[in-house]
T-cell receptor, first 107, second 116 residues
Framework: GDSVTQMEGPVTLSEEAFLTINCTYTATGYPSLFWYVQYPGEGLQLLLKATKADDKGSNKGFEATYRKETTSFHLEKGSVQVSDSAVYFCATNDMRFGAGTRLTVKP | DAGVIQSPRHEVTEMGQEVTLRCKPISGHDYLFWYRQTMMRGLELLIYFNNNVPIDDSGMPEDRFSAKMPNASFSTLKIQPSEPRDSAVYFC??????????????FGEGSWLTVV
């Protein structure tokens, strides 16, 4: 089945720093790709998604571009805030998730 | 709109006791998922249902675990007998459709289980 590999964390950044969390996927076809975010004490919630190659998903200042040639869907944000501290999960539409990357943003 | 509703939010039980976790999916969603989250193993898919029928239970760890979905608005995950290694957060989730639709999966807030 499809699978994703995420960059291992934890990641610690200062406020306003640039964020990249790497995600690569393995799939037999062209799956939809997702980033979910889990804030402390909560369930996962969709952050953004892309359904076909070259699509860019974006939300709350986060972006990720579906790159077929590199089988990647890296998450980026130009200037992180303390409130972005959470665990980020990459996923395909195979209903299985990556290991998660914990992000801590310090003031 | 109400999201996925899980109960109980927190449970502490003694080893050997039966544990029942409950879930009400979002109305109209055809798929229901049970996940388990631990520090060691991350987020694992245990089982999922389509239209109340179990489709894939390959993630269920062993016979002590069972899940049912008697109707479109209710599902249970049961552990009998419980063991300390079952301590985890159990998430229920639902979606309008499964793969390859690309539909969003909506998660409940989780049931935090501690087995002592």
């Amino acid at each position: 089945g499809d699978s994703v590999t995420q960059m291992e964390g934890p990641v610690t950044l200062s406020e306003e720093a640039f964020l990249t969390i790497n995600c690569t996927y393995t799939a037999t076809g062209y799956p939809s790709l997702f980033w979910y975010v889990q804030y402390p004490g909560e369930g996962l919630q969709l952050l953004l998604k892309a359904t076909k190659a070259d699509d860019k998903g974006s939300n709350k200042g986060f972006e990720a571009t579906y790159r077929k040639e590199t089988t990647s869907f890296h998450l980026e944000k130009g200037s992180v805030q303390v409130s972005d501290s959470a665990v980020y999960f990459c996923a395909t539409n195979d209903m299985r998730f990556g290991a998660g990357t914990r992000l801590t943003v310090k003031p | 709109d109400a999201g996925v509703i899980q109960s109980p939010r927190h449970e502490v039980t003694e080893m050997g006791q039966e544990v029942t976790l409950r879930c009400k999916p979002i109305s109209g969603h055809d798929y229901l998922f049970w996940y388990r989250q631990t520090m060691m193993r991350g987020l694992e898919l245990l089982i999922y249902f389509n239209n109340n029928v179990p489709i894939d239970d390959s993630g269920m760890p062993e016979d002590r675990f069972s899940a049912k979905m008697p109707n479109a608005s209710f599902s249970t995950l049961k552990i009998q007998p419980s063991e300390p290694r079952d301590s985890a957060v159990y998430f229920c989730a639902s979606s309008l459709a499964g793969r390859p639709s690309g539909n969003t999966i909506y998660f409940g807030e989780g049931s935090w289980l501690t087995v002592v």
